[in-house]
């Protein structure tokens, strides 16, 4: 079955404590991406890659970092998480760049509470 | 201008009826259009692809206006099923995607 898996789906940790969100995806897309989801603030790009070896930042990437060694895998590292953290994270993949018209596939979600 | 705007709603609609909202998008150069539908803390599934020529998909119709700046999704014969919320998404550039905040959906009984 084709998807996008996250591990883990929820997590409470505490401030400092370093932290990784595994993101995996079987459907060999080469865009993949993540967002943090608010309430009032909607879906916002943290960081992006385009391909092995090629990531970028969105809109919120402080505090965050990411690594793209594998296609399929797409983790997301906060290295001292912070309360502002807390969040729902979301990771996505295409198939391609997002001009070509290919839609995103989103994985299930993270819940992170930092306290 | 946001880059992206919904109507946040809620709309709350009676089972059956036709409901449509908007998004608007202010970068000219956009070139690809979605809506998105995302239940209480799920997570957003593909509802369709906005065509330049307008496209259907069973109860749900999604059009375009370049001139405008807008899409648009139209629900006819509203279900219970259909209360989420919906979320607008413009490619402004290739390697750039925005979300709209969404729109809440309310079908009521």
């Known amino acids: 079955e084709a998807q996008v898996t996250q591990n883990p789906r929820y997590l409470i940790t505490v401030t400092g404590k370093k932290l990784t969100v595994t993101c995996s995806q079987n459907?060999?897309?080469?865009?993949m991406s993540w967002y943090r989801q608010d309430p009032g603030l909607g879906l916002r790009q943290i960081y992006y890659?385009?391909?092995?070896?090629?990531?970028d930042k969105g809109d919120v990437p402080e505090g965050y970092k990411v690594s793209r060694k594998e296609k399929r895998n797409f983790p997301l590292i906060l290295e001292s998480p912070s309360p502002n953290q807390t969040s729902l994270y979301f990771c996505?993949?295409?198939?391609?760049?997002?001009?070509?018209?290919?839609?995103?596939?989103f994985g299930d979600g993270t819940r992170l509470s930092i306290l | 201008r946001k880059e992206v705007e919904q109507d946040p709603g809620p709309f709350n609609v009676p089972e059956g009826a036709t409901v449509a909202f908007n998004c608007t998008y202010s970068?000219?150069?956009?070139?690809?259009f979605f809506w998105y539908r995302q239940d209480c803390r799920k997570e957003p599934k593909l509802l369709m692809s906005?065509?330049?020529s307008g496209n259907e998909d069973g109860r749900f119709t999604a059009q375009l206006n370049r001139a405008s700046q807008y899409i648009s999704l139209l629900i006819r014969d509203s279900k219970l099923s259909d209360s989420a919320t919906y979320l607008c998404?413009?490619?402004?550039?290739?390697?750039?995607?925005?979300f709209g905040k969404g729109t809440r959906l309310h079908i009521l009984p």
């Open positions: 996505a993949s295409s198939l391609g760049l997002v001009g070509s018209n290919q839609p995103q596939h």
């Open positions: 890659s385009m391909n092995v070896e090629v990531t």
């Open positions: 970068n000219s150069a956009s070139q690809s």
């Open positions: 459907m060999n897309h080469e865009y």
């Open positions: 906005v065509y330049s």
């Open positions: 998404v413009v490619n402004l550039r290739d390697d750039k995607i925005i």
